[in-house]
């Protein structure tokens, strides 16, 4: 239980362009979702944290135009990288947070997708 | 606001040896979930072991062991017999109680374990 899905799991677009991250969970449900960021070699750095129904709260200093979230149902939030540049290659993961029973309380990662910008 | 503590960027064990992780945080607060990750060279960030801090026996799962201190704010994990799956990085986590935590965690830098055969 508490699996959590994200695709693609890898992804290169050309500079400019707009990429879609989608993240699910599959055996809960889950009214909060977050996305991370991830350098080589580092800790997880908070994006953003989603809630169904409602606008998603960003961490200081990520652009909020630029990384578009919806999470427009209990099992589903997306993660939209308008215009695409370089430096916005990573590693990005989402995590949900279990509402029900034995998952409550505790984050489940995605398997993360790996945005490469040319 | 909270921060945790991971003061062991890499550590390395025997295979069937165990090995002991470190990790210290501050908070002000009483209640709170501290939380150890795994995350193997596949980066599937894997929920190890966690521990509510209102409960003083310490929490374990199979060859997994925390050492909870509250009155020091340490939170060490322990593995066991040590295997060359348990290689990874791990990352200690801490996540308020509070209702407007909003379920967020703060994690430490990480520890980077090497089993060696």
């Known amino acids: 239980g508490a699996v959590v899905s994200q695709h693609p799991s890898r992804v290169i677009c050309k500079s400019g362009t707009s990429v879609k991250i989608e993240c699910r969970s599959l055996d809960f449900q889950a009214t909060t979702m977050f996305w991370y960021r991830q350098f080589p070699k580092q800790s997880l750095m908070l994006m953003a944290t989603?809630?169904?129904?409602?606008?998603?709260?960003?961490e200081q200093g990520v652009e909020k135009d630029k990384f578009l979230i919806n999470h427009a149902s209990l099992t589903l939030s997306t993660l939209t990288v308008t215009s695409a540049h370089p430096e916005d290659s990573s590693f990005y993961i989402c995590?949900?947070?279990?509402?029900?029973?034995?998952?409550?309380?505790?984050?489940?990662f995605g398997p993360g997708t790996r945005l490469l910008v040319l | 606001a909270q921060t945790v503590t991971q003061s062991q960027p890499e550590m390395s064990v025997q295979e069937a040896e165990t090995v002991t992780l470190s990790c210290t945080y501050d908070t002000s607060e009483s209640d709170y979930y501290l939380f150890w990750y795994k995350q193997p060279p596949s980066r599937q960030m894997i929920l190890v072991i966690r521990q509510e801090a209102y409960k003083q026996q310490n929490a374990t799962e199979n060859r997994f062991s925390v050492n909870f201190q509250k009155a020091a704010k340490s939170f060490s994990l322990k593995i066991s017999d040590s295997q060359l799956g348990d290689a990874a990085m791990y990352f200690c986590a801490y996540r308020s109680a509070s209702g407007g935590s909003n379920y967020k965690l703060t994690f430490g830098k990480g520890t980077l374990l090497t089993v060696n055969p």
């Open positions: 995590s949900a947070v279990g509402t029900s029973g034995g998952w409550r309380e505790t984050q489940y």
């Open positions: 989603s809630n169904e129904g409602s606008k998603a709260t960003y």
